[in-house]
DNA sequence: TCCCTGAACTTGACACTGTCAAGATTCTAG
DNA sequence: CTAGAATCTTGACAGTGTCAAGTTCAGGGA
């Protein structure tokens, strides 16, 4: 049990995990640094210890919000190993499922809420690292054949930019309802990867994540 | 030259400029009621006869991105009847000019900065007219062969999705400098429709927009 | 042991914001 | 011409980001 103290211990985190806190129950418009604090249980002027500006709290949580995503895709992209085209699949999916549940986080992530990324070190080191995991997936089902030969990079561009872009439009209700209501998300997804993937994409095989997921 | 009156006349519409133009030179953080109203030349309430709310104004100002937008994706559509590739190529690059140039402008339109969407019918009614042209894109490309056959609404989220997704990745940063640094933007669309696109597009053939565009 | 330096935190202030209520002005329908 | 509606102003309130000055506390050197 924590002891009230005058020093919090780990308020960074602690604001953090407030800020993230804030973002999933009242949206990107209810975050400010009071509140964060407040729920910290420290005061409002707290939070200049540990970060600049909004902007450094907002970029903090965008950071974490990147890092969970590498955590997913790698944990994927293990659990099929050998299998590029599950790996593709359940990969992408897991990306739009996180953009789903934890919408506000993710547009925290890629909505230019953070306004120069290039001052946050830590932000621009797992953002690449996620882009190089990416990639990495792409030479793999460039290797087997799913996606078309060529600069990685390219294909990487591609085939990242068709996923994100799927999220994107879902999430801000740009996908007419005439759409999203005869096709489940899961079905959107495959089709989607359909038309850049080589091979064709059997909708009954990948209908449903397999257990375990 | 408009006379000072009690009466704007206009007020509306110059909130929504002004709003746009704040946007322009300050971004997101620095648009506000009160400095919108300042810049129409009234006092800070204003603006209250003509919005509920600041979501309003947004809203507004997001419907007005969304319809710059549909005139210029028609706009080129018009401009290649019958050749379904470059109405293709250009509507794509079209919509990431838009997006590039525009850039704050475009992600209050697409980074849930209108949080009920559905309280605005002008803005439902414009996003899906812009579906509806991306889907009727969609269908001539699938009828000459660029796309894969199959429902239009399928072939329309992934195409537009690739398409927006790019743009979303480049506007925040996402794509590894490795990457920008090699290819100009051009070349990255090109490359990208290359994924979806049935017939190989070659670079040299549409390295620029023609003419005129 | 004492002190002292720096980090972590509090208190108080400022300008700015969104929003509401009350009043002033102007337009327009009848 | 007049009544009511639409538009705009003024004034107020709570909440915000941020800064300056002071307070508390942990750790190291004497």
Redesign the pocket.
Same mark, same amino acid.
């Given at each position: 049990m924590p002891e009230k103290?005058?020093?919090?211990?780990d !308020?960074?985190n602690a604001l953090i995990a407030a800020g993230i806190d804030i973002l999933a129950k009242e949206g990107m418009g209810g !975050?400010? !640094?009071?509140?964060a604090?407040r729920k910290a249980?420290?005061?409002?002027?707290?939070?200049?210890?540990?970060f600049?500006?909004?902007?450094a709290l907002i970029a903090a949580i965008a950071t974490d919000g990147h890092s969970k995503i590498y955590a997913r895709l790698a944990s994927v992209m293990e659990q099929y190993p050998g299998d590029p085209l599950r790996q593709l699949i359940e990969i992408a999916w897991s990306y739009i499922e996180f953009g789903l549940q934890e919408a506000d986080h993710f547009r925290v992530m890629f909505s230019g809420a953070v306004e120069k990324e290039r001052d946050y070190p830590a932000l621009v080191e797992i953002t690449g690292k996620n882009f190089g995991l990416v990639r990495q997936l792409t030479v793999r089902c460039q290797a087997a054949g799913i996606l078309a030969p060529g600069d990685p990079d390219l294909a990487a561009v591609g085939m990242w930019g068709l996923v994100h872009g799927f999220v994107s439009l879902l999430l801000e209700g740009q996908i007419s309802h005439t759409v999203t209501d005869r096709y489940s998300q899961r079905e959107l997804l495959i089709a989607a990867l359909n038309q850049i993937s080589r091979v064709p994409i059997d909708l009954q095989n990948y209908s449903t994540p397999p257990d375990g997921g």
């Open positions: 103290t005058y020093h919090h211990g !308020l960074k !975050l400010s !640094l009071r509140k604090a249980g420290v005061s409002h002027a707290a939070p200049y210890a540990h600049t500006d909004k902007q």
